[in-house]
């Protein structure tokens, strides 16, 4: 019995027994890389431990995966990274806001047949925030061992280490028995199942029955106490097994929907960086996941384009048959709002598959499509919440504000960030300075696909941004939930709820006096569009709350009147309303961080008469930032020692005095108004001046004392660029940006003469409004410049050698050249370097 039980086992662990061991090795070898090539997807699981969290995951990868429209260009971008290039093992990254389609476009690159046949096997793997590493190491060694695999043997390393001792002990008693394992060395570095498999072979050709009794029982013992499979081993075992089965071969790991940098840091050891071109594809709505993952910039999906948007609408809606040419006209304008997310138009198709294709049906939707894809949470907004979710609380408080701002509006950063400031938001860190670090708040919540950025200053920080109208939303019903945010207007006529912040849109003065509930509750007043009445708005608030910390009245858009009592909202930080006086009674809120009176209705006028500020503003210590109006005389006694940025500001004796006694020791942005000549030497006390804004046409410098060295930015608006300027600009060590802005219809002529080894450091020149005769660059000028922007400026004539002198030059852009310059941009293209991008707007005629 004993016998035939032997005969089967045999028969079952090897088809064929050769003589040699060479010879078994290398068929083991052979199967196993067979093997390798089996199984290409494995299923996808979250590993989540909340299970609401898991059927979330499911509905948005179904969801995002339901239609492919478009994608092409897309597609063609992603796949040149994963099928041309180095050989070694790269990471490219899909980046973008939830619902934007990253699965379903690395789905389709997926599933390319040319993907398909450049990797020996591909896998895909999904990770939820609530992750597991051990789970998600088991589903991509699925993908490398087929499921009847799965038990494969895998020595545990301590287990390894007792086997070989075992061995080597009854090696050294029996050596004339045991030739086989003369090379115990060798075998302990093979891979554990064709160890294993040797091991057999060995035990097999021993005549001695006792010695390979006792050889067999101490392999059983060993591999009983391993056990088999996946469950017996531990994370970093799992990594090896994983590794050792990867490191030979050419593969693709889809890493589906990463949220953070531990995930990576985790998986990323487990697969080898080989030199046969094997590639890992990631998605994620983080772009820092994206950047810490790999030095290949990450692919930023865009939203989808109306004719596409359309596309995709009409394949939900009508699965496939065209549309009633009745209905295209409507059914675009309801696509219109959901602002190219694929998401929302899917949800949105869906929704008006089941209802009745007719016009008069589709009208009802124009103007509400966000109501009616958030009636449900679960269709579009649950997705996107996501992404908060998974917010640092920290940040939290900020995206939520955003909701403060009406539909499609171009929210000024800096205006947002002086806002969250009042608010409390920002954390103080160390000795930096707070608008610095409310400044990579509101980039952390770009990098994390929250918020877009519609505009950039040409230092490359975040001009404008805007939020998507979705979002928004989400914004308003989570704060309202928290009393966080209430937000009404003309549109929504609902009596005002108890709230921490109220902003109201597009409403009227009648509207909120009528209102029902008392402003006493709220800490924030914003104010969007026209009011009428004559009383201001601010009336009420100094009747009724005098706990209000934050007042922005100026996108009402018109002048507002100030109270006498407005001195007792003594917990104001931040004010900001237009108007035409500076009332005394200001200067006793002594919590102010914010002044902000800037008038947009006021018309320029060189006969104005200069306002003064009131002498009394000094008692404001807190001031950060005030804005002004030109022409503002500072009195020469007032000192503000924690203001950072001034603007408005009129050149006179008094502020001379001013600036001289270092009563601004913190400023770091300075706008000036008519500056006289002489005058601006009085700006060398502001040591910590970054940013300098000067509007003057007789602009007249004497020399570099003219300005403090620590300038990294000036503007020149209406200047006349005469050389003994160029010459005073040109020493500024620190200087990386310049603008200059001339007068065009005043026949003002520049000559521009860039002396040798002159601005250094400047890496931004703007010119507009300029009639350029000559433009003439000394040896070693402008060495690090890398982009230059010219807008409605003429030329009479600059060569090309001039541009292609700087070096460092990477972008060209002109927009609206007149005449003169529109013939030199023909002779430009000719002969711009190659690593130079010559942009010009609107595109020149051929």
């Given at each position: 019995m004993r016998k035939l039980i032997h005969s089967c086992d045999?028969?079952?662990?090897?088809?064929?027994?050769?003589?040699?061991?060479?010879?078994?090795?290398?068929?083991?070898?052979?199967?196993?890389?067979?093997?390798?090539?089996?199984?290409?997807?494995?299923?996808?699981?979250?590993?989540?431990?909340?299970?609401?969290?898991?059927?979330?995951?499911?509905?948005?990868?179904?969801?995002?995966?339901?239609?492919?429209?478009?994608?092409?260009?897309?597609?063609?971008?992603?796949?040149?990274?994963?099928?041309?290039?180095?050989l070694r093992r790269n990471v490219v990254s899909i980046i973008g806001m939830g619902g934007l389609g990253k699965t379903t476009l690395a789905r389709k690159i997926y599933n390319?047949?040319?993907?398909?046949?450049?990797?020996?096997?591909?896998?895909?793997?999904?990770?939820?925030?609530?992750?597991?590493?051990?789970?998600?190491?088991?589903?991509?060694?699925?993908?490398?061992?087929?499921?009847?695999?799965?038990?494969?043997?895998?020595?545990?390393?301590?287990?390894?280490?007792?086997?070989?001792?075992?061995?080597?002990?009854?090696?050294?008693?029996?050596?004339?028995?045991?030739?086989a394992l003369a090379d115990l060395e060798g075998i302990k570095e093979m891979n554990d199942e064709d160890c294993k498999n040797i091991l057999n072979v060995i035990l097999e050709q021993i005549e001695d029955k006792n010695l390979k009794r006792s050889l067999s029982e101490l392999m059983k013992d060993v591999y009983q106490k391993n056990g088999e499979g996946w469950e017996d081993l531990n994370d970093d075992?799992?990594?090896?097994?994983?590794?050792?089965?990867?490191?030979?071969?050419?593969?693709?790991?889809?890493?589906?929907?990463?949220?953070?940098?531990?995930?990576?840091?985790?998986?990323?050891?487990?697969?080898?960086?080989?030199?046969?071109?094997?590639?890992?594809?990631?998605?994620?709505?983080?772009?820092?996941?994206?950047i810490h993952a790999s030095s290949i910039p990450p692919y930023e999906l865009p939203f989808l384009e109306e004719d596409k948007s359309w596309e995709l609408f009409s394949m939900k809606v009508f699965r496939g048959a065209a549309c009633p040419p009745e209905l295209e006209i409507v059914g675009r304008q309801i696509v219109e709002s959901c602002l190219g997310l694929p998401l929302a138009i899917v949800v949105l198709?869906?929704?008006?598959?089941?209802?009745?294709?007719?016009?008069?049906?589709?009208?009802?939707?124009?103007?509400?499509v966000n109501s009616y894809l958030t009636e449900d949470r679960s269709r579009c907004i649950d997705i996107l919440a996501l992404s908060y979710n998974h917010l640092p609380q920290r940040f939290k408080p900020c995206f939520l504000y955003f909701g403060i701002y009406p539909e499609d509006f171009e929210i000024p950063a800096r205006q947002l960030i002086r806002l969250w400031m009042a608010?409390?938001?920002?954390?103080?860190?160390?000795?930096r300075n707070m608008v610095d670090v409310a400044e990579d708040y509101l980039e952390e919540l770009i990098d994390r696909s929250l918020?877009?950025?519609a505009t950039k200053r040409l230092d490359g920080g975040v001009k404008t941004c805007r939020i998507h109208d979705l979002l928004r939303d989400f914004c308003i019903s989570e704060s309202a939930e928290e009393k966080f945010l209430a937000v009404h207007s003309d549109f929504n006529l609902s009596p005002m709820r108890k709230s921490r912040r109220i902003s109201i849109h597009y409403a009227n003065h009648q509207y909120i006096s009528s209102s029902p509930c008392e402003l006493s509750n709220s800490r924030s007043l914003i104010a969007f569009g026209g009011f009428v009445g004559l009383k201001s708005p601010l009336a009420k608030l100094s009747e009724s709350n005098k706990l209000v910390r934050v007042v922005e009245l100026r996108?009402?858009?018109?002048?507002?009147?100030?109270?006498?009592?407005?001195?007792?909202l003594i917990f104001l930080r931040y004010l900001s309303f237009q108007s035409d006086v500076i009332p005394d009674s200001i200067c006793n809120l002594w919590n102010l961080e914010t002044l902000d009176i800037r008038n947009s209705k006021r018309k320029e006028s060189s006969t104005k008469k200069c306002l003064r500020l009131p002498k009394?503003?000094?008692?404001?210590?807190?001031?950060?930032?005030?804005?002004?109006?030109?022409?503002?005389?500072?009195?020469?006694?007032?000192?503000?020692?924690?203001?950072?940025?001034?603007?408005?500001?009129?050149?006179?004796?008094?502020?001379?005095?001013?600036?001289?006694?270092?009563?601004?020791?913190?400023?770091?942005?300075?706008?000036?108004?008519?500056?006289?000549?002489?005058?601006?030497?009085?700006?060398?006390?502001?040591?910590?001046?970054?940013?300098?804004?000067?509007?003057?046409?007789?602009?007249?410098?004497?020399?570099?004392?003219?300005?403090?060295?620590?300038?990294?930015?000036?503007?020149?608006?209406?200047?006349?660029?005469?050389?003994?300027?160029?010459?005073?600009?040109?020493?500024?060590?620190?200087?990386?940006?310049?603008?200059?802005?001339?007068?065009?219809?005043?026949?003002?002529?520049?000559?521009?003469?860039?002396?040798?080894?002159?601005?250094?450091?400047?890496?931004?020149?703007?010119?507009?409004?300029?009639?350029?005769?000559?433009?003439?660059?000394?040896?070693?000028?402008?060495?690090?410049?890398?982009?230059?922007?010219?807008?409605?400026?003429?030329?009479?004539?600059?060569?090309?050698?001039?541009?292609?002198s700087l070096t460092a030059l990477k972008d060209v852009e002109v927009l609206y050249p007149y005449e003169g310059l529109k013939c030199l941009l023909h002779l430009w293209q000719l002969h711009m370097r190659d690593e130079c991008k010559l942009q010009v707007y609107p595109p020149l005629q051929t």
């Open positions: 045999r028969a079952i662990t090897f088809h064929e027994v050769g003589s040699k061991i060479e010879r078994i090795k290398n068929v083991i070898k052979e199967i196993y890389e067979n093997r390798s090539r089996y199984g290409v997807e494995i299923a996808e699981s979250s590993g989540g431990d909340a299970e609401a969290e898991e059927i979330l995951h499911r509905r948005r990868r179904h969801v995002e995966e339901d239609q492919v429209v478009g994608f092409t260009h897309d597609t063609e971008a992603v796949m040149k990274h994963l099928i041309e290039g180095s390319n047949n040319d993907v398909k046949s450049y990797f020996d096997f591909r896998g895909w793997v999904y990770v939820s925030q609530e992750y597991r590493i051990r789970e998600l190491l088991l589903e991509i060694l699925k993908v490398v061992i087929p499921m009847p695999k799965v038990k494969k043997f895998i020595l545990k390393a301590e287990l390894k280490g007792e086997l070989f001792h075992g061995l080597k002990a009854k090696y050294s008693s029996n050596e004339d028995k045991l030739r075992e799992l990594k090896s097994v994983l590794f050792e089965c990867l490191k030979d071969k050419r593969y693709l790991i889809v890493i589906d929907d990463i949220w953070n940098t531990e995930v990576w840091n985790e998986v990323s050891i487990a697969l080898p960086a080989n030199l046969n071109g094997s590639r890992i594809l990631i998605t994620s709505r983080i772009k820092e996941v994206a198709g869906g929704l008006l598959a089941n209802k009745e294709k007719t016009q008069r049906t589709w009208s009802k939707w124009i103007g509400h608010e409390g938001f920002i954390q103080q860190i160390g000795n918020i877009q950025v996108n009402m858009s018109i002048p507002c009147l100030i109270p006498n009592n407005i001195e007792d009394r503003i000094q008692k404001l210590k807190k001031l950060r930032h005030l804005f002004l109006d030109e022409p503002i005389s500072l009195a020469g006694e007032v000192a503000l020692p924690n203001l950072q940025v001034v603007t408005g500001i009129a050149i006179d004796r008094d502020t001379e005095i001013g600036f001289a006694m270092a009563s601004f020791p913190n400023l770091r942005k300075l706008v000036l108004y008519r500056s006289q000549s002489g005058l601006l030497s009085s700006l060398q006390p502001l040591r910590h001046l970054q940013t300098l804004k000067i509007y003057n046409k007789n602009l007249a410098l004497s020399s570099p004392s003219s300005f403090p060295l620590t300038l990294t930015k000036i503007t020149l608006a209406g200047a006349n660029l005469s050389a003994a300027v160029m010459r005073v600009l040109g020493s500024l060590t620190s200087l990386r940006i310049l603008k200059v802005g001339g007068v065009a219809q005043q026949g003002i002529y520049n000559f521009l003469n860039w002396d040798e080894g002159s601005f250094l450091q400047l890496e931004v020149l703007k010119m507009a409004h300029m009639k350029v005769v000559e433009w003439n660059m000394g040896k070693g000028a402008m060495p690090n410049l890398q982009r230059l922007v010219i807008e409605r400026c003429d030329f009479c004539y600059m060569s090309p050698d001039e541009l292609r």
